[in-house]
């Protein structure tokens, strides 16, 4: 999970990553940086939720 805006690690990044391991899933939290934590919870916590279940 990581935001769309995050200049570390961009989008592209996330997805080669991504789809680099097997079975992973990726979740771009749009409007956020590196802190997608902090930045917009409900969307974090929308993206968590059905992986705890």
Not at 7 to 22: E, F, L, Y
Not at 30 to 45: D, K, M, Q, R, Y
Request: aromatic fraction near 8%; include cysteine; charged fraction near 10%.
């Amino acid at each position: 999970m990581a935001g769309d805006m995050d200049a570390g690690n961009p989008p592209q990044r996330m997805i080669h990553t991504a789809q680099m391991i097997p079975h992973s899933q990726l979740g771009v939290i749009p409007n956020s940086t590196h802190g997608v934590f902090l930045e917009n919870f409900p969307a974090v916590w929308a993206c968590i939720l059905p992986f705890i279940k």
